[in-house]
Structures are given as structure tokens and as C-alpha cells.
């Protein structure tokens, strides 16, 4: 490390975070604590069936019971369609959402709104709400989605903003495909190919906090939206389009959130409320239980894989042919770009060789709809392409590691998937193999080995890329003001979800200003106060926002320097500025920030103004932080239970801001992995319920179902990020499902290649091998 | 129903339902600390103390409570303001939705056990899920707990 | 969502057991634990907390678990952290969590006659008894079967034990299991009992008779014909097949681990 970055006050210190002892303390901080007495509550009545037309709707029974204050159905809401899904305007997410439609798309999607004076009489009354129903047959299979018989959405209104290939009339949500170079030519010159099938589940973020948000109208009769959402100002854009008003009237705030992992990136509960409060201009609150965020929300893709890897004898993969088949659900929201993000993600690692093929049809079905989960696209396609390297490389009689490395991108270099004008601008990726391998002990010692009578053990690896921020898209501003006291305010629209972002902002900011941490305060994520912000996903906050809180805190630095000039009656040269004291060179003079920001409260003209550092800024590329895993499992070669035992992992996501966050991250997002690898299970019945929508049987990792975790760092230096960050949220969820799956391979021979390894499914491997 | 209850050693007469559980009791007498994060008794998110012994409040009939003794995060001040400090110092606190109820097993686990192993504090801990932090800073948290509590 | 309307409260099982016969479809409120799951909201329901059924005591010849002793009571209780070489302990010690365990009730678990139940296939293999308000005293095996309506009053588990073991199988922790085991040699052979096929346990008489007729080195044959003679069915947590095959695992570990009794 640079002198100059050892010199560094705040970036690369493990502060607490800011909102600890408000979150530990049980002082309110989330939606629920702040919901007005007397609010109405919302409850949905849901469809029983996949696939039906609603005939009619009978609520003359529930509008009876005293407390019953109405019932909404598809007659009464606005007929503009419009996309959940958070991202920036214009969405490459399909229009075709009502907030109640006359369509019922899933068993589980929304027939009515009841609303009531309590819970126990919004459900009372849903109880007697009669609806008929035209049963259709349903699509509850993603392979035979197109041009199934049953259209899922056929209305006429569907709009795109964007081509996104596309064709609903077919049941295609949308399709993409990329093909450079000749596959089967260069395929067929491979010394080695390999090929299979690989299916991942559409897994569950399953946040602790459930989706629920109340609002409420303001003194000026404007809607005001409290949300657990990451996406406040897109939020605000959907309702504004969906009741057909001004974004002006609508203010979305959101509080301290319980989780998002890129559920709360599609908006869940917020048009309900706020359609419910907008009519009957009175407070309302909706609050989902875990069965509908489970079940009624958005999830993982699911996408079936046919992978096929080619080499020659030199080692380098010539040809990267993965074509799958992608299950959007009942709505299109991120479908679209989850595929493309993965592409980006997963391709360019092994950038050398001739050909590659990245394509999908992503089909409606009568599933809850994809949206966000983190990885976002990126995780699914690292299964199947670092299983099948895995699997190159035994073929190949090589190590693992080594195929990897032999093929892996360089700094400077290109990808047949990257832009023209793109390259790899930094990374550490050799070096964070490396102690990946020390950590491990990966050359130390055998791979698979016998641990006692019943088990072996098994060593595995994988690799993973994520990106930055959205490029050309994710566009932050950040504001931070000198306040009349002389502290510091910085303003953003991104989300902290607990992940420590506000934390981090100040730490960039405070750097520049060179100010401590606790003369500034960060205000978050009301669309009323705060500075455009796309919210926290995609991993921008740390580089997208934190750039631009970087630049802010450098505006107001300088109007700063040179306010003091003036008071000081000094030339800027002259002054030594730590955050709160300028100092004059010669030591002669000096002022507080508390000293000069009174006196500019009742300073105008040209002299001086109340100090605003402001800055806007997007990238035009996305900086993939890369990680490698690598797990040592236990497998009862009986059983075929997969025990994690230690779990490896170096992650390079530049300049690591603090340290332990960062950490945190790593360990959350592994674990999380750990879950999709080997303990949760998405179930449909035969007749298209979701039966695995609790967490009685959607098992999230418990802390006995992790083994012990090794994270450690290696800090390469982004050019284009501010202080040379890139960025952690979601590419620590990557590395665990391959990496798991070739550790059991390893250790047993058993070969999975679908989601998750369970122990009956090693088992049948184990079976199958003999 | 009237029901006497005891809550951080302050007494409370409530009328409530026969079906009215502790965890909504708790919350409407401004407990926020206990929250909901399920329905089928897997997450721990609303653990109290039920003289001294954990329990999930969001099961607990509020009518039941009566003769024994709630305790809430907010019962416990310093040593949960001490508690939550060390889970703070090891980025712990993510999005906080899990960790008061967790809070909760730890100090439980502590009176029962002040040496624990780590895997007698992950065993204790195991009706307590969380989805944000990958457990490990949990444990290294408490950790630093156990030794700070005790000086 | 534990939901209710009526909460009726007896003051003596002899009440509750009047009410049970009147309110013919009123479940007892033991942990609340199971029939709380779901969104039914019960018209009535039976409190059993006012019962004083809450103990473990020890009697000259056997230990009796009160119906409301809770499954954490019975893992805390001093004598049974050594009783059967900690069989109880081991058994509850896998269910959900400290929270969950110290609500859910013994008599509650016994009751329900679960077919996932980690507690039935050890208290078989103690030979546990149950006593019942009406019906007295009756062997848990018997119990297993009775279909009359009755108060769970207390369960008893005799102090003396030969060889026992269980083991139990789950996808990952704190998951109900997808199989379950248990083993008692006595001086009458061996006694192997299958849980979570996923109906609820039995015993695999033929593969017992096998191995106490023809000793351990019959083992193998053993586990082929508890997978045989045993039934079971596929559900979300395993297939039937899958269940059968881990028959043979079971059986194979009980039996190697109750010839280390010593």
C-alpha cells in the first residue's frame, strides 16, 4: 500500500455503524413502529387458482360487517399498466402490472384490497368476499411455456420501452441472445468438451423484515409513502404513474429497513397502500406476513442451463456455449436484465478463447414472478459455467485452480461480452487466488480425503465477478450541507438496508472534508429531501453514490476554503483546513466551522451564502469486484449429507472502505450462498401452490449450517471510484453454489447439477456413479 | 380477559383477548425491541424471557404470562446497551431486524453459561435466524460480550 | 397465527376431560405449538396450563414426565442428562431451537403421535409408559394405536434401562427429521423402531426377531428387512425409496451403537 493511503483518516477504518445503538436499542426505527394509530388496515384476498379470469366479485357480504371500510377490486383502480421493478427510467421492464387486475396470474397474486378499522376484521370480511372465477389452465412448467395454449398476458396494453425481444402472445416475457464466433466450428476443433444441464431454483431473499408500508396524506393533501423499500425514488415514479398524479404529490420515505438482498427492489405492498390511502384520503398500513413474502413477491430466477465448455490441449477454453431457458413468473419486472447482468458477470473471466454463445427465452409462467434477489443474474450463470470448468478440468486430468488461471482475464484486457471500448481496468485476481489457495492450504494437501468411516472430505473452488452500479444508467447526486451550527449534513437517496452505506458515505465524505465522523450526519432516502438517488442495488452505493459523495464533500471543501479566504482575509494557499478549523498558514489566525457557519445565516449577496456541496455522478462502467471461494465439505457417503466444514474466501472489491463491514458482507453473502447450495428448496404442488413459502420449509441457513468462515482481502485500486472502491454487495452470494458442488464432487465423486444438494440428491449421484 | 402482567418489573393490568399474544401485548405497549418475522415458530425474532427462560412471545398467550415475569431487551438496559456496543464493534448490527430477539438468547445463554463454548453459544443461539450477517460476527461479538460483561 | 374465540379452563383433568367429551371438536391448548400453525381460528380450544401438569418428578421406579412439562424441562432436568446415557436429552436437543422447546409441551408431543416426532421413537425404545385420565396406565407401544378421546395425564419412562440408542436423519438443522430410529436390546433380543416414514413410528419386528434370533452377524439381512417390512411413502422431505434405503443406514448405526453399551 501507498504511502498516501496509509496517511488515510476514515477510508479503510472499521467504524461502527451509525445507526447502531438506535437499531439494537428497541427505540422505533422501522415501518411498523411508526404507523399512526387508527391507520386502516389492508389485507389482500388472494387467488386460490394459477391461472383465472375473475367473473365476478362479490363483496356486498364483508362491506356489511361494522369496521369495514371497503373493498377494492380491479373495477376501481386505474387502468395504467406499469412495471414494480426498481430500476432507472426508462425500465427495460415490461408494463404490465395493474395494481389489481381482472387476470389472475399465480396462486397467490392479488383479487381484492379489504380494508378495515383491525386486522381481525380485514380478515373477517375476506372471508366472505365471493369471487367466480374462469378456472384456465395454468403454465407451471418453464419448458413448455411458449406458445402454450394458455396466454398469460394477453392484453392489448402490455408496453415495452424498450425492445427486450420480447412476445407475450407467446408467453415470452423477454429473450436475448449473443453469439460471437463460430460454436460448433470451434467446438469441433476442441481437444475436450464438456456438457451438461444445470437447474437453479428461484430461491427467496428472505429478508427478516417483511414487505409493508403505510401512508398517510400530508398537510398539502399530498400522499406520503412510508415503505421498507431500497428504492424510494422509483417507488415514488410507479405510484405517481399508477394513479395517474403528479410525482409531485407522492413523498416516499423509507425508515430503517429489516433486509433487501433486491426484494425490496421491487415494489411489493407500496401501490396498495397507496392506492387505499389516495381514495379514501385516510392512513392506511399493509403489512405482508412471511407466508405472502414468501409468496407474493419476487424471487430468483429460475433457469435450466445446457452448458457446453470446449478446450484444446493447450489448456484454453475456445468456445463458452451456455443456452438456458428462464422462468419470469407471472410478471416480467427484472427479467430481462437479470440474464444480461449475468452475462457481463460470468463470460469475461475466461476471456481467451474464440467463441461463445449467451442466450435465453425468459417465458412467463404461473409462478410469483423473478425480480431482484442479489447477484441478480450473475449468481445463476456462475453455476453452471464454474461447475462445468470444474468438470473441464477433471476431464483434463488438471487442477482446477490452474485451468482457472491459465484462462482467467487480465488486467487491461477484453471480453467477446464486454463493449467495445470496455476492458478490465483493475483487479488484483492472480493475488487473491493465491492466498485463496494459502488460506486453504489448496496445494498442501489432498483434495478429497477419508475422514472417518462414514465420510470424506472434499475440497472445491469457484470464482465470480460482479459489477459497480449499473453503467451508463446509475446516476447518484449527493448534497451535503453546512449546517448553522457548523456541523455537517450529507443527503442521499440510496438505501441503507443495514448494510452500513450511510456509514460508508461519511467515511468518503469526512475524508475529504477532514472533519470526524461525528460532525456529520447522513439523512437518507426521503424523496422530499434528498438528492436523486436509483437506490441501493446493483452494488452502486459504495461507487456510484460514494463517488459522488466524494465529489460533493470536494465542492464543498472548496467553497469552504474559499469562505474562510474571505474571512480570514487570507488567500486560499494560505489556509489549513481539517473539517472544522481553517487555520492560516502562519498560525496567526484561525476559525471554526461553528464560528463562520453563523455568520453566513445572515450574510447575502455576493459576499457569502449558506454552504452546499453538491455533485452528481454515474460511471460509464461497471467495476466487477471479483471473489474466490473455496469450500472443504464433509459428506456422509451413506447418507449423502453435505456437511460445510470451512468456507474460504479473498474478495477484491478495491479499496476496501471498512474493513469490518466489508467482512460482514463476505460472511453474509457466503452463507446466504450456503442456503441456495444446499437448504433451500423451492416446491410447487401439482396444481401450482408454492408449498414451500414459510420457514417451516424454506430453510435458511441456520448458524449450525455453516461450517466456520475465512475472509480476507486483497485491495487492487479502481481507477474510476473514488479512493479506488469498486464495490461487495452481491458478489459474495456468487462463489458458494459451485464451489460446494465441486467439493463434493471431490470429495465423493458424486456430480450434482441441480439446486440445492440436497442429501437425497448426492445420494442418487452417489448411486448413479456406481 | 384482565390480565395482571409483569413487564420488566413493572406491573401492568391489560384487558386483552383470550387469544392475544405477548409478542402484540409487548409491541402495543411500545416494546418495539420484540418484532414478527414469521408464523411458524422458526425465526426468533420476538424472543423475550419468561422468568429468565427464552421463549417466542408471538406464541406465548398474553393470559398465560400472568404470575411470571416478561422480560424485554428494553428490561435490560446496560447490559444490552453493552451487548449491542460489542455487536456493533464486529459490523454485528446489520439491518438489527434479527439481532434484538438474539440479544435476548445471548444474555439467557449467559446466565446459564457464562463460559460457553462457540458451539455451545451457536447451539443456544440456533432458534435464532438471521439473514444478514452469515452468523460469524455474531459470535465474535458475543464473544467480546462475555469478556467485557464479566470486567 | 394462534387464533381462538372461546378458551374454556378447566380447574381439574377430570373437567377437561368432561370438556373434551362435550366440546367434540375442541382441541386442548397444551404448547400451542402445533395447532397454532395456519390461519384457523378455533371456535374453542381446552387450556391445560391451569392443570399443575408441569413436572418431572422421580419415583421409586420410574420418572414421571408431566403432559405440560416442557421438552426444554426434560432437557434441563438433573437426572437425565446420565438417565439412558442421555437418551431424552439427545432426543429433544435436535427440535428448533431453546425458544420453541422450552414452549412445546411432552404430553403435547406424545399426544399428537406425529409420524416426525424426535421424542416417540426414544420413549419406545424405554419402554415409556402414558397415563391416561379414563383408560390408566398403558404401554406407549399400545398407545400408539388408541383412538378413544382421553387427558394425556403424565408419561413414564422406567428408571431401569438396558442398551438403547437413536438416531435421526434431517436435511439440515432444525428442520423436522425425514427419518427417525431408535433400538433397545433386552433380554428379550432386539427392538428397532422406524419414525417419519413419514407416518409414525413402528417397530421392525421381523429385522428385531432376525438379529436376536441369529446375532449381529446377521446385520446386513437385518437392514435389508427393516426396509422391506416397513412401509413408507415419498413426501416433501424424502421419497419413499430414499426413506427405505436410509432404513438400512439406521439400522446399521443403532445396532453398532448399542453393542457399545456398556
Redesign the interface.
Known amino acids: 500500500m501507498s504511502e498516501a493511503l496509509k496517511a488515510r483518516q476514515h477510508v479503510g477504518k472499521s467504524y461502527k455503524k451509525v445507526d447502531a445503538a438506535t437499531i439494537l436499542s428497541g427505540r422505533a426505527a422501522y415501518t411498523e413502529d411508526f404507523v399512526p394509530p387508527h391507520a386502516l388496515v389492508i389485507k389482500v384476498l388472494r387467488s386460490p387458482h394459477p391461472m383465472a379470469k375473475i367473473l365476478d366479485i362479490n363483496a356486498t357480504a364483508a362491506l356489511k360487517l361494522p369496521g369495514v371500510e371497503a373493498v377494492f377490486t380491479y373495477k376501481d383502480v386505474p387502468k395504467t399498466r406499469f412495471t414494480l421493478a426498481g430500476q432507472s427510467y426508462p425500465e427495460p421492464s415490461a408494463y404490465d402490472s395493474l395494481i389489481l387486475d381482472q387476470y389472475v396470474r399465480y396462486v397467490g397474486d392479488a383479487v381484492a384490497l379489504i380494508v378495515a378499522k383491525d386486522e381481525a376484521t380485514a380478515l373477517q370480511a375476506m372471508k366472505v368476499v365471493r369471487v367466480t372465477y374462469d378456472v384456465m389452465e395454468p403454465v407451471l412448467d418453464m419448458r413448455t411455456a411458449l406458445d402454450h395454449p394458455t396466454v398469460i398476458h394477453p392484453e392489448d396494453d402490455l408496453h415495452y420501452n424498450m425492445p427486450v425481444g420480447g412476445d407475450p402472445k407467446r408467453n415470452l416475457a423477454c429473450s436475448y441472445s449473443r453469439v460471437v464466433g463460430d460454436i460448433e466450428g470451434e467446438l469441433a476443433k476442441c481437444d475436450y468438451v464438456v456438457e451438461d444441464t444445470y437447474f437453479d431454483q428461484a430461491t427467496l431473499q428472505t429478508a427478516m423484515e417483511t414487505f409493508r408500508t403505510f401512508c398517510t396524506l400530508d398537510q398539502f393533501g399530498r400522499l406520503v409513502c412510508t415503505s421498507s423499500t431500497q428504492i424510494p425514488f422509483h417507488v415514488r415514479r410507479h405510484i405517481a404513474r399508477a394513479l395517474e398524479i403528479p410525482a409531485t404529490k407522492v413523498r416516499v420515505i423509507k425508515p430503517r429497513i429489516g433486509g433487501g438482498f433486491g426484494s425490496k427492489q421491487t415494489a411489493c405492498t407500496e401501490l396498495y397502500a397507496a392506492f387505499v390511502t389516495w381514495t379514501l384520503k385516510k392512513p392506511a398500513v399493509l403489512i405482508y406476513d412471511r407466508h405472502e413474502a414468501n409468496n407474493c413477491s419476487t424471487s430468483r430466477h429460475a433457469r435450466e442451463w445446457k452448458i457446453r465448455l470446449g478446450a484444446t490441449k493447450d489448456g484454453i477454453i475456445q468456445v463458452i456455449d451456455m443456452v438456458a431457458i428462464s422462468d419470469a413468473g407471472a410478471y416480467g419486472t427484472h427479467a430481462f436484465t437479470t440474464f444480461t447482468a449475468g452475462e457481463h458477470k460470468s463470460v469475461p473471466l475466461y476471456n481467451k478463447g474464440k467463441a461463445v454463445r449467451y442466450e435465453s427465452n425468459i417465458v412467463y409462467t404461473n409462478h410469483m414472478a423473478g425480480g431482484a434477489f442479489r447477484g441478480y443474474g450473475a449468481t445463476e450463470a456462475l453455476w453452471p459455467l464454474e461447475c462445468a470448468v470444474t468438470k473441464l478440468a477433471k476431464k483434463m486430468g488438471v487442477d482446477e485452480i490452474e485451468l482457472r488461471l491459465k484462462n482467467l482475464i487480465n488486467v487491461g484486457e477484453r471480453s467477446q461480452v464486454y463493449a467495445p471500448d470496455e476492458v478490465l481496468e483493475s483487479g488484483l485476481l492472480k493475488e487473491a487466488i493465491a492466498k485463496a489457495k494459502t488460506m486453504a492450504r489448496w496445494d498442501e494437501r489432498p483434495h478429497s480425503w477419508q475422514i472417518d468411516e462414514t465420510h470424506r472430505g472434499g475440497l472445491g473452488v469457484a470464482l465470480a465477478f460482479q459489477g459497480s452500479g449499473v453503467a451508463n444508467v446509475d446516476t447518484a447526486s449527493v448534497e451535503i450541507k453546512l449546517q448553522d451550527d457548523g456541523y455537517y449534513t450529507l443527503y442521499t437517496g440510496s438505501t441503507d438496508m443495514g448494510t452500513g452505506a450511510n456509514t460508508i458515505l461519511m467515511q468518503m465524505a469526512c475524508e475529504v472534508l477532514g472533519c470526524p465522523i461525528d460532525h456529520m450526519t447522513c439523512y437518507e432516502a426521503d424523496t422530499d429531501v434528498v438528492p436523486f438517488d436509483p437506490g441501493s442495488y446493483a452494488s452502486s452505493t459504495t461507487y456510484v453514490t460514494g463517488t459522488a459523495a466524494k465529489l460533493a464533500a470536494e465542492d464543498l471543501r472548496a467553497k469552504l476554503l474559499k469562505t474562510f479566504a474571505m474571512y480570514l482575509e487570507v488567500a486560499e494557499e494560505d489556509i489549513d483546513f481539517d473539517g472544522v478549523t481553517a487555520r492560516t498558514k502562519d498560525g496567526q489566525k484561525s476559525m471554526t466551522t461553528q464560528e463562520l457557519a453563523p455568520k453566513l445565516m445572515v450574510s447575502f449577496g455576493h459576499e457569502a451564502q449558506q454552504l452546499v456541496g453538491f455533485a452528481t455522478w454515474g460511471s460509464h462502467t461497471s467495476p466487477p469486484p471479483f471473489m474466490v471461494g473455496i469450500a472443504e465439505v464433509s459428506v456422509d457417503t451413506e447418507t449423502g449429507q453435505v456437511t460445510p466444514l470451512d468456507y474460504y474466501a479473498v474478495v477484491d472489491c478495491g479499496t476496501v472502505v471498512n474493513p469490518k463491514l466489508a467482512k460482514v458482507q463476505a460472511e453474509g453473502g457466503i452463507v446466504q450462498g450456503i442456503g441456495m447450495a444446499l437448504t433451500e428448496e423451492i416446491n410447487y404442488s401439482s396444481t401450482g401452490r408454492l408449498e414451500t413459502n414459510n420457514l417451516m420449509r424454506y430453510k435458511i441457513p441456520t448458524r449450525l449450517d455453516m461450517g466456520t468462515l475465512h475472509v480476507d482481502f486483497v485491495e487492487s485500486h479502481e481507477p474510476t471510484g473514488a479512493f479506488g472502491v469498486k464495490s461487495i454487495g452481491e458478489v459474495v452470494i456468487n462463489t458458494s453454489c459451485p464451489a460446494i458442488q465441486g467439493a463434493i464432487l471431490n470429495a465423493c465423486g458424486a456430480e450434482l447439477t441441480t439446486l440445492p444438494m440436497i442429501s437425497e440428491k448426492v445420494f442418487q449421484a452417489l448411486m448413479a456413479k456406481e | 380477559m384482565e390480565v395482571s402482567l409483569i413487564i420488566n418489573g413493572k406491573k401492568l393490568q391489560v384487558s386483552v383477548e383470550p387469544d392475544e399474544m405477548l409478542l402484540t401485548t409487548l409491541r402495543g405497549q411500545g416494546y418495539f425491541s420484540t418484532r414478527r418475522g414469521c408464523d411458524t415458530l422458526n425465526c426468533g425474532l420476538c424472543t423475550v424471557w419468561l422468568d429468565g427462560k427464552t421463549i417466542l412471545s408471538c406464541s406465548y398467550p398474553t393470559y398465560r404470562a400472568a404470575g411470571h415475569e416478561v422480560t424485554t431487551l428494553e428490561g435490560l438496559a446496560d447490559e444490552a446497551a453493552l451487548l449491542a456496543d460489542c455487536l456493533a464493534a464486529e459490523g454485528a448490527d446489520q439491518c438489527g431486524y434479527c439481532t434484538t430477539g438474539m440479544m435476548m438468547s445471548a444474555m439467557a445463554l449467559r446466565r446459564q453459561n457464562p463460559n460457553p463454548t462457540d458451539e455451545e453459544i451457536k447451539d443456544f443461539l440456533v432458534g435464532n435466524l438471521c439473514r444478514c450477517t452469515g452468523y460469524e460476527s455474531h459470535l465474535r461479538g458475543i464473544r467480546r460480550y462475555l469478556e467485557e460483561v464479566e470486567a | ?7 374454556l379452563q378447566p380447574k381439574t383433568v377430570a373437567e377437561a376431560y368432561e370438556m373434551a367429551l362435550k366440546f367434540k371438536t375442541a382441541p386442548f ?1 397444551a404448547g ?2 402445533w395447532i ?2 395456519g ?1 384457523w ?1 378455533w371456535p374453542s380450544v381446552i387450556d391445560m ?1 391451569g392443570l399443575g401438569l408441569d413436572y418431572i418428578r422421580e419415583e421409586d421406579d420410574y420418572y414421571a414426565i408431566g403432559a405440560m412439562a416442557t421438552q ?1 424441562d426434560v432437557e434441563r432436568f438433573a437426572p437425565f442428562q446420565t438417565y439412558a446415557k442421555g437418551l431424552l436429552v439427545k432426543a429433544v436437543h435436535p427440535i ?5 422447546r ?2 412445546a409441551t411432552m404430553g403435547g408431543s406424545v399426544a399428537a403421535r406425529f409420524g416426525f416426532s424426535d421424542i416417540l421413537p426414544a420413549l419406545l425404545a424405554l419402554e415409556a409408559e402414558v397415563m391416561l385420565h379414563q383408560n390408566g396406565v398403558m404401554p406407549l407401544s399400545e398407545y400408539m394405536n388408541f383412538k378413544e378421546k382421553d387427558v394425556l395425564v403424565e408419561i413414564r419412562v422406567p428408571k431401569k434401562v438396558t442398551a438403547v440408542a437413536i438416531h435421526t ?1 434431517r ?5 423436522f427429521p425425514f427419518l427417525t430410529g431408535s433400538i433397545r436390546k433386552d433380554e428379550t433380543g432386539y427392538h428397532i423402531y422406524i419414525g417419519c416414514r413419514p407416518a409414525a413410528v413402528r417397530e421392525a419386528v421381523k429385522a428385531g426377531k432376525l438379529l436376536s434370533a441369529k446375532g449381529i452377524t446377521t446385520l446386513e439381512e437385518a437392514m435389508a428387512t427393516a426396509a422391506d417390512e416397513i412401509a413408507f411413502q415419498t413426501n ?1 422431505h ?2 419413499a425409496d ?1 426413506r427405505a ?2 432404513t438400512k ?1 439406521l439400522v446399521k448405526r443403532l445396532v453398532q451403537e448399542v453393542e457399545q453399551w456398556r
Request: net charge positive; charged share 15%.
Open positions: 397465527m394462534l387464533m381462538y374465540r372461546q378458551l391448548l400451542g405449538c397454532g400453525l390461519k381460528r396450563s426444554g428448533l431451537g431453546v425458544q420453541f422450552n414452549m436423519l436435511k439440515s438443522t432444525s428442520d416433501s424424502a421419497s430414499y434405503a436410509m443406514v
